[in-house]
């Protein structure tokens, strides 16, 4: 049978999630982004009842102090890593739907060459050898956040990225989504055009669309006239309307800025587990709206809003450093 990766909302088994390792990367917010990560191990973990956290860190110094600022039963994987991002980093599981699992590994060139830390280059290959599942290695380049899936086969990616030079020269929309297809059971790709102003990965779409349901994709919509990212969202919604996609808004949280730079704040970078829904959010007027208009996706599980500003001065938020192990 077609191995498919699952919707997110499928039931996990565990979920990795990068722990910040190097002060360089996250300047004024070293400890802040950990005290952020800690807290969404934690959320996720939702005292037993979610999902097996496993909270990937650098060194057993790091494990020591990870320790204290997680809730008692998030397990500490020590595995040398550059940077925290695992959905691009980490292995990327699929089932046949018949008792099978697999993980697939795909090849990693620091975001098209821009950031290139030592370990994150073979952490998929090393996560993936701590479980003992038959692993594929697909020597191409791709990244977990590029795209999502609402596990019908169904994806969303954008083409800033997928189709960035920096990342695979060679291959053209066709040959992409023949990889997928193979890789990940790929039966239908909707294709948006940019992401976020100023993402540091070439507009991932886990933070600009992502499914809430088959079928049923959810994107931000501009609430204020200074939003930056206004006319990708209208491009990405007459796109995803005309491939006949359902839309549900999610309102922005507007404008958000560090130094006077716009940066790639979203609601969108949500991560979706087995007890709860845990959003980033930022302060803003609209946190609570977006809160609320996940809560009908997600019947049984708590939508929990997060701090995420710490975190994303690194590049990224609760979406970009997790990996899911779905259950058979």
């Known amino acids: 049978m077609t191995f498919r990766m699952p919707a997110e909302w499928a039931p996990h088994d565990w979920t990795w999630i990068g722990f910040p390792a190097n002060p ?6 070293f400890d802040a982004a950990r005290e952020q990560i800690a807290a969404f191990a934690s959320a996720l973990h939702a005292g037993g009842r979610g ?6 860190v650098d060194n057993e ?13 998030v397990h500490i994987v020590v595995q040398h890593l550059g940077d925290i991002w695992l959905r691009d980093t980490a292995p990327i599981a699929v089932l046949n739907g018949a008792g ?20 994150d280059e073979d952490i998929g290959a090393r996560l993936a050898a701590t479980t003992g599942l038959l692993t594929q290695t697909q020597h191409w380049v791709f990244e977990g956040g590029a795209i999502d899936t609402d596990g019908t086969g169904l994806f969303v ?10 990342r695979n020269p060679n291959l053209d929309r066709g040959k992409i989504e023949t990889l997928l297809a193979g890789s990940l059971g790929l039966s239908d790709m909707l294709w948006l055009g940019d992401g976020l102003m100023n993402d540091h990965t070439d507009g991932h779409v886990d933070n600009l669309a992502r499914f809430v349901a088959p079928g049923t994709l959810a994107l931000p919509i501009a609430t204020t006239d200074d939003d930056p990212n206004a006319a990708i969202y209208a491009g990405a919604r ?59 996706f997600f019947p049984g599980r708590d939508i929990v809003g997060l701090r995420s500003d710490a975190i994303l001065s690194g590049g990224g938020s609760f979406h970009c450093c997790s990996q899911q192990m779905p259950s058979l």
């Open 51 to 56: 999902e097996q956290v496993r909270l990937v």
């Open 238 to 296: 007459a796109r995803a309307k005309a491939h006949g996609v359902e839309v549900v808004d999610i309102p922005s949280p507007g404008r958000v800025e560090v130094d006077g730079e716009a940066i790639p704040a979203s609601y969108m970078n949500f991560y979706v587990g087995n007890a709860a829904v845990i959003v980033p959010v930022y302060g803003r007027p609209n946190d609570q709206a977006a809160l609320d208009a996940f809560r009908p």
């Open 61 to 73: 110094m790091d494990a020591s102090i990870a320790r204290e600022m997680v809730a008692p039963g």
């Open 100 to 119: 099978g699992r697999a993980l697939v590994d795909f090849g990693f060139n620091g975001w098209g060459g821009k950031y290139r830390m030592p370990g």
């Open 157 to 166: 990616t954008t083409e800033q990225c997928l189709l960035n030079p920096n």
């Open 24 to 29: 360089a990367e996250w300047p004024g917010a």
